[in-house]
T-cell receptor, first 115, second 113 residues
Framework: AAGVIQSPRHLIKEKRETATLKCYPIPRHDTVYWYQQGPGQDPQFLISFYEKMQSDKGSIPDRFSAQQFSDYHSELNMSSLELGDSALYFC??????????????FGSGTRLTVV | EDKVVQSPLSLVVHEGDTVTLNCSYEVTNFRSLLWYKQEKKAPTFLFMLTSSGIEKKSGRLSSILDKKELFSILNITATQTGDSAVYLCAVEARDNYGQNFVFGPGTRLSVLP
């Protein structure tokens, strides 16, 4: 069965550079969530999109932006990278429309290392 | 292909019941197994298990790992309505890219008053 696909798997960037992370949800899932997990920490919710519109916003820095496209994939854009942005970035998808909010399915994450 | 399976996918119980959630896995280069509780937005970390046979406890929750049979269980005793959530099992493995987390589909627990 198809899962949530995240790319790239691993990314190394220098300070002040930009990075773009991509998330491809499970087919027919209409909602995408982004999380940031630092070493030894709980995942922190960043932002979510439902039907290509921002549905909820968490602790996403102003330097980050995200969007969901017409094919439901989402991209997280990160600018002016800082060392503290080094973390595992998870994407999850679910289907809300008509079924209630069930079954977050997580991708395997993108590990971003800022040097 | 790395895989994490959870069962049941959905469970409805009454307050005071005891529940056991199951997680089995097939991964290469296993490092640890983690349990999370997800209520609204971000998952909350519950346990990290790395060694077989050592039970970890936190209040009414406990978990144990069997690395030989490749599974873990999460027990919740004397359930309360506040335990209603999706419980996620994730396995940390190491592949050519470094760390790799594989999440299971989650078990949705509903505790009725």
């Amino acid at each position: 069965a198809a899962g949530v696909i995240q790319s790239p798997r691993h990314l190394i960037k220098e300070k002040r550079e930009t990075a773009t992370l991509k998330c491809y949800p499970i087919p027919r899932h209409d909602t995408v969530y982004w999380y940031q997990q630092g070493p030894g920490q709980d995942p922190q919710f960043l932002i979510s999109f439902y039907e290509k519109m921002q549905s909820d916003k968490g602790s996403i820095p102003d330097r980050f932006s995200a969007q969901q496209f017409s094919d439901y994939h989402s991209e997280l854009n990160m600018s002016s990278l800082e060392l503290g942005d080094s973390a595992l970035y998870f994407c999850a998808s679910s289907r809300i429309r008509g079924q209630g909010n069930y079954g977050y399915t997580f991708g395997s994450g993108t590990r971003l290392t800022v040097v | 292909e790395d895989k994490v399976v959870q069962s049941p996918l959905s469970l409805v119980v009454h307050e005071g019941d005891t529940v056991t959630l199951n997680c089995s896995y097939e991964v290469t280069n296993f490092r640890s197994l983690l349990w999370y509780k997800q209520e609204k937005k971000a998952p909350t970390f519950l346990f990290m298990l790395t060694s077989s046979g050592i039970e970890k406890k936190s209040g009414r929750l406990s978990s144990i790992l069997d690395k030989k049979e490749l599974f873990s269980i999460l027990n919740i005793t004397a359930t309360q309505t506040g335990d209603s959530a999706v419980y996620l099992c994730a396995v940390e493995a190491r592949d050519n890219y470094g760390q790799n987390f594989v999440f299971g589909p989650g078990t949705r627990l509903s505790v009725l008053p």
